[in-house]
C-alpha cells in the first residue's frame, strides 16, 4: 500500500507540565490514508478530540510524531504550519462558535482564501456556497441568520476553500437534530465522492461513525482499544469496551431495542467481574 | 435550566428557507441618537470642541487681556456675558480658551492609556503565560500609585506642563484598559472560531486584528467615555491646585481664580464649575448610553405589562367559562388542553410557538414527547412545571393534574411542582448548586417541598441514593457538585426529583448531555423506579434511540403542534404522519445496524 497521507505514531498529549500533569494521550497510533475515512470514537474524556486538535497543531505534542506526506508536522514553528494549512483543514463540533458571528459569511469564506494569498475572490466564495447547497446571496449575511444546520454547512465550505487532502471533523453533526445531522453526513459523503478528500471523523456516536468511515479506532483513557474495519467493529467488536459501547447505543425501533437492552443486561452479568457492574445491579 | 438555545427560530435547515431576519445591524450612531442624554452629551462634547478648535477667532477677548475698568464686572455688564475676574479678564473667552487645553488633554490620557493599555492587554490577552504574568504585575504596581499625589509629585520635577502630567495620567489609567482588554480577549480566544482562523493559515497579527480586536472595541469605547470623564476631572483638579502654567487659561485655573475671589465676587464661581460638571456629566451619560445601545442586541422583547395581563385574563377567562373543559378518565394523571404559548416579538407582538396542544398521560405511563428543536417540546414540559421563561406568555388552555387545572390557580402550582410533579433537567452539572454540597442541597429540597426533620429527610435520601445505584450514599452527601460524573450528578438529579414521592416526572433531554453507557444506566434507572413506584413520566427528547428504549406512548411535536401520537410499537412500525416517516428515515440512517450482518 501507497504511503499514508496522515501517519500518527506512539502520540502521547500532557498538560499540566512538571507536578501532577495529565496524560490525556497515552501511546497512540493511527494512519489516514488519501480519500479514506477512519473515524474515532470514544465517550468524553476518552481524548478523541485532543487527538485531532493535536494533528491541527491546536494541542501540544508531548511525545510521539505526526506526520503529513511523509513530513514531520509536530511541534513546528507556526510559519511552516501555516504553509501545511492548505492541506489540513477542520470542521468543528459547534458551529456557534465556530464562526465569528461580527463577520459576514462572504469574508468568513474568503479568510483562507486571503491567508493563502489566493485572490479568487467572490466568484469562489459562490462557488463554495453552492458546493455545501447554500444559496449565493447567503455571502452578504451573518452567521446569525443561519440554523445550526446552516451554520455547519458554512463552516465546511470554509474548510473546503482551500481545497485540503484531510478534514478534521470534529463531532461535526452532534449538535444538530436528527434530520439535519443527516443532510449534514450526506453532504459530507457527496463532498469526499467529488474531491477524494479524506476525513478524519470524530465522534461519540457510533451510529454515526459507522455510518459513514472506513476503519473505526475506539478510544478509551487516552488509548485505541480497537482499530479495524467499520464493519469488523461494529458486527464482531473484539474488545469488551467496544462491545458495551455498542450495546448501549439505543435503536430506534423497539422491539429490536427490547433485545439489545435485553442482551446488554446478559453481557454486563457476564462481564461483571471484569467491567465496573452497573450501579442498578449492585442495588437489585 | 436551560432552554432550547434555538429555541424559538424556525431552525429549517440550509436548502430550505432561510431564517428571515432582513434587519441589517443598525449602526451604533443611528441607534444611539434614539437617546435623548446621548444627543445632550454628544451635543455639549461636540460644542466644545467646535469652540477649542475656533476660539482663536470666536472668543471675545484674548485670554489674558486685562481691562482695570472692568474688574470684578458683574455677568452681561460691558461686553463681558460671564462677567469678569479680579484681574479684569472675561472670562467667557478665558474658559472658552480653556477648552483648547481640556481637548488636547483628553486627547493625550486617551491616545496613551489606550495604546500602552490597549496593546499590553491584546499580547497579554492572546499569549497568555509570562508575557501575561509581567504585564499583569506591571498593571497592578501602577493601579497601586495615588494618581493624583503622582501628578503632584511631578509638579515638583517638571514644573507647570500639563501635557506631560496628562501623558502620564495616561500611563495611570492604562491599568483599567490593560484588564479590560485582556479579560475579553481571554475569553475569546477559546472560542472556535480564533482556532478555525489558526487552522486556516492566518498569522497571530491578522487573528488580532480580524477576530480579536471586533470583539474588544464595543467595551474599550464605553470605557473611554468613562476614562475621559475622569481625565477632565483631574486636569481640572490639577488645575485648580495650581499645577498648571499660569500663563496658560484653563477651567480649573478660572475656578481656582473665582474661588480665591469668593468674598468679592461669588457668582463667578458658577461658570467654570458649570462648564466643568456638564462636560464630565456629558462622558458619563455618553458611556451609560453606548454601554445601552451595544448591549441593547443581546436583549430580547419584552411584553407590555397591561398587554401582559389582557392576554393572561383572556385565556383565564375561557378556563372559567369551561372552553377547556373535561372529565378526565380516571387513570389520566395529566392532561393538558389547547395549551397555547407565545413569546414577545415587540411590546405589542406576541407570535404564538404553541398552538393548543392536547397531551394525555396515564398513571405509570412513560410518554415521550419527540421533536426538534424549535418544535415547542420543551416549552411544553416547562409549561407543565409553571417554569416558562419569564417573557413566555400562555395564550390560553389548561393544564390539568390529577383533574384540577394547575394554570387556573398559581398556587395550585406552586403545590404541585417539587411535591407532585417532579423535574429532572438535560444538563446535570448546571442544575446543582457548584457552592453547596451535595447533601445540603438534596436535604434542602426535601425539606422544602416535605416539612420532614433534618434527619428523615437524610435517612430517607441516602436510601434513596442507594437505590438510584450510587455506591457510598455517606460520602456522595459530603462532595461538592464540581467532585462528581455527568452521570452522577444525573442520578442525583433523578434521586431529588424522586426523593418527595411525586406522582409525575417531568424529564428535559435527561440523557442528551451523557455518554451512551452512562445513558443506557439512566435509562434503565428512570424505568426501573416507573415500575416500583407507579410513576408517570413525560420524556423530552430528540432522540428516537431512547424513546424505542423507554417509552410506552410517544407525541411527535413539529412546529408547536403534535402531529402524530400512538403506543411506541405502532409508531415506529407505522408512522402515519409524513413528518414522523422523515424522522425515523433521518434517524436510522445515523443509526447502527449491527444485526444486518451479524
Known sequence: ?284 | MSIDQHGLDPSADGTAALVAEDRPPRSLLRSLLRNPFAIASLAYILLIVVVAILCPWIAPFPPNKTDLSAVNAPPFTGGHLFGADASGRDILSRLMWGSQQTIIACVLVLTVALILGGISGLIAGYYRGRTEAVASFVSDVAQSLPGIVMLIALYSLIGPNIPAAMAIFGVIVAPSFYRLVRSVVVAVRNELYIDAAKVVGLSDARIVGRHVLSAVRAPVIVQSAFVLATAVAILAGVDFLGLGDPSQPSWGRVLSDAFNNIYTNPANVIWPSLVITLMILSFILLGNALRDTLQASFRSATLRPGRRRTLARSAQDERVAGVNDLTPPQDVILAIRGLKIGYPTSNDEVREVVHGVDLDVRKGEIHGLVGESGSGKSQLAFSTLGILPREAVILGGSIFFEGKDLLADPARMRAARGRKIGYVPQEPMSNLDPSFTIGAQLTHGLRAATGLSKSDARTKLLALLARVGIADPERLMRLYPHEISGGMAQRVLICGAVAADPELIVADEPTTALDVTVQAEVLELLRELSRERGLAMVIVTHNLGVVADICDTVSVMKDGRIVERNDVDTLFAAPADPYTRDLLVSSRQVELMEAEDG
Open chain 1, 1 to 284: 500500500m501507497a504511503e499514508p497521507l496522515l501517519s500518527v505514531t506512539d502520540l502521547v498529549v500532557r498538560y499540566g507540565g512538571r507536578r501532577g500533569g495529565k496524560t490525556v494521550i497515552d501511546g497512540v497510533s493511527l494512519d489516514l490514508n488519501a480519500g479514506e475515512t477512519v473515524s474515532l470514537v470514544g465517550e468524553s474524556g476518552s481524548g478523541k478530540t485532543t487527538i485531532g486538535r493535536a494533528i491541527l497543531g491546536l494541542a501540544p505534542v508531548t511525545g510521539g510524531t505526526i506526520q503529513f506526506r511523509g513530513q514531520k508536522i509536530d511541534n513546528i514553528p507556526r510559519s511552516r504550519r501555516r504553509q501545511i494549512a492548505r492541506d489540513l483543514q477542520v470542521i468543528f463540533q459547534d458551529p456557534y462558535s465556530s464562526l465569528n458571528p461580527s463577520m459576514t459569511v462572504e469574508s468568513i469564506l474568503a479568510e483562507p482564501l486571503r491567508a493563502a494569498g489566493v485572490t479568487a475572490g467572490r466568484d469562489r466564495v459562490r462557488e463554495l456556497l453552492d458546493a455545501v447547497g447554500l444559496p449565493a446571496d447567503a455571502g452578504r449575511r451573518y452567521p446569525r441568520e443561519f440554523s445550526g444546520g446552516q451554520r455547519q454547512r458554512i463552516a465546511i465550505a470554509r474548510a473546503l476553500a482551500l481545497e485540503p487532502s484531510v478534514i478534521v471533523c470534529d463531532e461535526p453533526t452532534s449538535a444538530l437534530d436528527v434530520t439535519t445531522q443527516a443532510r449534514v453526513l450526506a453532504l459530507l459523503a457527496d463532498i469526499q465522492k467529488a474531491t477524494g478528500v479524506a476525513y478524519l471523523f470524530i465522534s461519540h456516536d457510533l451510529g454515526v461513525v459507522h455510518a459513514i468511515s472506513d476503519r473505526i479506532a475506539v478510544l478509551n483513557s487516552g488509548q485505541i482499544v480497537e482499530l479495524g474495519d467499520a464493519r469488523q467493529i461494529v458486527s464482531r467488536p473484539q474488545h469488551p469496551y467496544t462491545r458495551r459501547l455498542l450495546m448501549a447505543a439505543p435503536v430506534a425501533d423497539p422491539p429490536r431495542q427490547r433485545a439489545k437492552r435485553a442482551q446488554r443486561l446478559a453481557l454486563l452479568q457476564r462481564d461483571a467481574p471484569e467491567e465496573p457492574a452497573a450501579p442498578h445491579d449492585a442495588v437489585a
